[in-house]
C-alpha cells in the first residue's frame, strides 16, 4: 500500500517537474529544478502548517460532495454498484436513478452531474489505489504547487522581467500563503491553479519562441482547465482568439495558426471525452479532460431551474446573474476564478495585513511585466 502511495505521489510531483522542464529554456532548467523542489518543501509546510489551525476542522460542504463523490468513482473502478443517493450523484439523481450499477456505461459528467468532473476522477483515482483516506490526496497538493513558483519564474522572463526580477516573483509566490490554505483541504484550487499557470506559461512560450512542445502544453492544459473551472477555460480561449485577431491584422500568420489549431484540437477532444464512461470490461480508465456543456445527465443549464435536483445551483446562480446584468456577472465570475483562495485566507484573524501586502505586490509585479514586455517592443 505504501507503494502505491508513493508511486502515485511521485507521478504527480513528476508530472509537474515535467512541465515546467518541458516549458523552460535549457539554459534555465537547473533554476527551474531548484525552484521547482523549493515549492514542493513549501507546499508541503504550508499543508502542515494550515492543518494545524482550528479553522481546518470547519469542514468545507465542497469537500463533503468532494470525498463522497470520489468514494463513489473509486468503488465503480472496482465493480460495485452504488445507491445514488448515499453518495451524493446529482446527475443521476436528477433523472431519477436510484443506483449506478457497476456495468453501466454512463459518462462520468452525467453521472457527476457537472461539467467539471476532473477533480473527483482525480481525487478517485487516489481512492481507488489507497482507500478512501484524503491525507495523501491532500499533500499530493504541494506535488502540484511545485509548479508555481517555476512558472512565476518562467512566465516572468517572457514577459521580458530579468533574471533578478524573475527570480523575485519566484519568491513571492514561494511564500505566498494564500496558495496553502485550500491546498490544505479536498479543494480543486490547487489543481486548477496548475492547469492555469501551465497554459499562461505555454500560451506565453509559444508567442516568444514558437515551439510545438509548448502548443501540446497549451492544448492539454486547456483540456483539462475546461474540465476544472470552465470560467477560467472559457477567458483564456476568448485570449487565444483575440490574439488570433491581432495577428491576422499584423500578418503574422505563423503565430495565429498555431494558436487555430490548438483551439480546434481543443474543442474535439472535449466533445469526444465529455461522453467518455467506464467500459463494460472494466479497466479503468481516468481519461482527465474537457467537456462541452455545463450540466448533463438530462438536464441542459441553459433552460434548467432552481427545482432541479441533477442541476449545479452556483452555475444556475451564475445564468441568472448574466440574463439579469451580463457585464457585472462576467466581471466578478472573473474576479473570483483569480482570487478565489483568499476569502478562505481572510478567516484566519489576525493575519489580513499578510494577505493584503502578498496580494498589492503580486499585482504592482505583474503590472511591471506587462510594462517591460510592452517597452520591448
Known sequence: MVAAEIGLFAAVLASSLTTAL??????NRKKICLLAFAGLAAGLLKI?????????????????TYDLNAQAFALHWQGKDLPTEEYNLRGLRGVNKPFWSADEALPYASVYGAADWLYVGYLGLWYWAIGPNPAWAIYSNAALAAFFPAAAFGIALMLGASWRVA???????????????????????????FFTASALWAALSWIRELRVASLVVLTVSLVLLSASRFVAFIGLLGAMGCLVLFWLHRREFRSGFGFVIAGILVIMLSAFVYNLSQPAHKTLHVILVNIVQPIKGGMDTLVASQGDASADHAVLKWISALKDNPFLAIVKSGAHTLFAPYPGWQSIRGLRGVLLASSTIQACCCGSFACRAYSSH
Open 22 to 27: 518541458v516549458l523552460s529554456a535549457p539554459e
Open 167 to 193: 527570480g523575485i516573483a519566484a519568491l513571492i509566490t514561494l511564500i505566498d500563503p494564500s496558495t496553502g490554505v485550500n491546498a490544505s483541504g479536498i479543494l480543486k484550487d490547487t489543481l486548477v491553479g
Open 48 to 64: 502542515w502548517v494550515f492543518q494545524q489551525v482550528p479553522q481546518w476542522h470547519d469542514i468545507n460542504p465542497d469537500s463533503v
